[in-house]
């Protein structure tokens, strides 16, 4: 008796343990039939030509953007996973031709987002294919991304839009592009790109965090002075609340940072931003947050999938570094859930995999559909899951 009591437990846990636990091989399998779907989409989209890569499906429509648009790199980088995931010459066809659409923001001097549109094409072409050819393009966009950045704030300027409301702005998101920097030293030895990536991340650790360690969105510099004139957001209910994706990419990005330095602090940050998000009350059973923690709306209001799948993705790069298996159980947990109940039907949704994310709810836009980068970092975190 006392056997079989046993006997039931330990089935129970294992297949509580087993739910936890995606399908890599089916979601790619998923992945790659929506993306099929997409590719037939595109040319039917109501688009001009120099818009060329896939950003949400909204009011019905699969809505396509021009290069220089912040998310024009993830599409061409979910057609690299697809390749790093099946290695067929199928993906990687695609992923070169969408990837040269793109190329020519390497001299873009306008925005942070390089590190966005290059890294995750340029980026993952270079890591899978080692063509050559990929190389001076992230020195270039190293450089134009270098431009942006004054020494007497320390820190990338990322928006030179609205200058009536600030005079420099840094937001959270602006961690991300530092990879960029780190991976433009290696290729062409000069530090110079390194030591901007690493004051940058120590003037961001320094600004944009409250004692919780949750994050602001954005932080104003006086470029002449480089003191901090406000805190405030722009994508988040409040200047004082958590946006759920600011948060998801404080976590990535000093995640990142002590990939590439091994700085303790980095990690430190790391593991106090993961607590924030995944002990904070709000945050539902699931793991996939609500699109801001301090909605007073919850739970009647929007999710954000993206946010969910960007955390995945950085907590399995942590649970290494920190050697933390709850990390990975959590991420686990995450990439679970998004296959299920975040999944859009087969050939719907313009082919985005997953819905339910929120691009800019104050702007009343992009509210509950895909993302691109919703779906991007969803398989770079099925990738992780299966190396770590
Ligand atoms: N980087 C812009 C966003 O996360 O919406």
Redesign the pocket.
């Known amino acids: 008796m006392k056997r079989t009591l046993v006997l039931i437990t330990l089935v129970a846990s294992l297949s509580t343990l087993y739910a936890q636990k995606v399908n890599v091989k089916k979601e790619f399998k998923f992945a790659q039939s929506q993306t099929d779907y997409m590719l037939q989409e595109i040319p039917k989209a109501e688009s001009k030509p120099e818009q060329v890569s896939p950003r949400t499906f909204e009011n019905g429509k699969l809505k396509l953007v021009v290069s220089k648009d ?1 998310t024009s790199g993830f599409f061409p980088g979910i057609l690299w996973y697809l390749y790093d995931y099946t290695k067929s010459p199928k993906w990687l066809e695609e992923a070169k031709k969408f990837t040269a659409k793109i190329e020519k923001e390497q001299f873009n001097k306008g925005t942070h987002d390089l590190g966005f549109m290059i890294y995750c094409s340029v980026g993952n072409a270079y890591r899978l294919t080692k063509d050559e050819r990929y190389k001076p393009i992230i020195i270039q966009a190293a450089k134009s991304l270098s431009s942006r950045f004054n020494p007497q704030t320390g820190v990338i300027r990322s928006w030179d839009h609205h200058q009536d409301i600030w005079q420099y702005p840094v937001i959270i ?1 602006n961690m991300m592009n530092l990879e960029l920097l780190f991976d433009a030293t290696k290729f062409s030895g000069d530090s110079t790109f390194y030591k901007l990536a690493v004051t940058h991340a120590n003037t961001t650790m320094k600004n944009h965090f409250r004692p919780d360690y949750s994050s602001y969105h954005v932080v104003d510099y006086n470029p002449q002075t480089g003191a901090v004139n406000k805190k405030m957001t722009h ?1 988040g209910y409040a200047d004082e609340s958590a946006w759920a ?1 600011g948060q998801a ?1 404080g976590l990535y990005g000093f995640t990142l940072c002590y990939r590439e330095t091994k700085d303790q602090r980095y990690l430190d940050q790391a593991n106090h931003i993961a607590a924030f998000i995944l002990n904070h009350p709000s945050m539902p059973k699931d793991l996939v947050p609500y699109w801001d923690y301090n909605d007073p709306a919850i739970p009647n209001t929007s999710r954000d999938a993206s946010a969910a799948a960007i955390t995945a993705s950085a907590l399995y790069e942590l649970a290494g570094y920190a050697n933390n298996k709850t990390y990975r159980e959590k991420a686990d947990a995450i990439l679970s859930s998004l296959s299920k109940g975040y999944h859009s039907p087969k050939n719907q949704n313009g082919g985005f995999i997953l819905i339910h994310s929120t ?2 709810r104050p702007a009343k836009s992009e509210i509950d559909v895909p993302l691109t980068y919703a779906d991007y970092y969803y398989l770079e975190a099925l990738l992780r899951s299966k190396k770590n």
């Open positions: 912040w998101d994508q994706r990419w691009g800019h």
